[in-house]
């Protein structure tokens, strides 16, 4: 399972992101802690977040629950994340900053449905036919319409091969995680 959230860090930059009461929203007792102990409290906010997002996506595709409450999902600083009071759900976090600055995406796997490998396709939204690369290689198989791409779940090509795939969308940024059954 894969989950994945972009963060558009000029927009970021724009929200109400330093207010203790915008954090507290979302934030466990031991994640204010950890912001509170930060070198960079901006990155941090924004990081737990996108951890927080990416490991509901990934969870959901499992539970099928379709409420997001970023409480109930705790980062633990380094590495993992787990729904709180729920053992059976932990994530394995990995992150990734563009260099250029604008997006910054996380990957949130399930031990229970390890995926081997990603890719990342970041595109402008005006354009018509966006390409997905998994591995270095083009999927021509599979309808890459945004309209008709799914957020999460399952796609199958036509080598009747399965992968996961997880959408976001922020801004000008469509992002897409697609990885291989292990």
Not at 4 to 9: G, K, L, P, T, Y
Not at 106 to 115: D, L, R, W
Not at 127 to 146: A, D, H, I, W
Request: hydrophobic share 40%.
């Amino acid at each position: 399972m894969i989950g994945i959230d972009v963060i558009d860090w000029d927009q970021a930059r724009k929200s109400r992101w330093d207010e203790q009461r915008f954090r507290e929203k979302f934030c466990t007792g031991r994640e204010l802690i950890h912001l509170a102990n930060a070198e960079n409290v901006f990155f941090e906010t924004w990081k737990i977040w996108a951890a927080k997002e990416a490991a509901f996506k990934a969870w959901s595709m499992l539970s099928h629950e379709t409420t997001f409450r970023p409480r109930d999902w705790e980062f633990d600083g380094h590495a993992h994340i787990h729904k709180v009071n729920d053992n059976a759900c932990t994530m394995h976090i990995e992150w990734i900053h563009l260099e250029n600055g604008l997006v910054s995406w996380v990957q949130a796997g399930a031990p229970f449905g390890k995926c081997e490998g990603g890719a990342l396709r970041i595109n402008d939204s005006g354009r018509k036919e966006p390409q997905v690369y998994v591995f270095g290689e083009c999927l021509n198989t599979v309808t890459m319409e945004s309209k008709k791409l799914p957020r999460y779940g399952k796609i199958t090509d036509l080598q009747n091969t399965n992968h996961w795939i997880s959408r976001s969308h922020h801004g000008r940024y469509d992002v897409w995680m697609i990885a291989r059954e292990a």
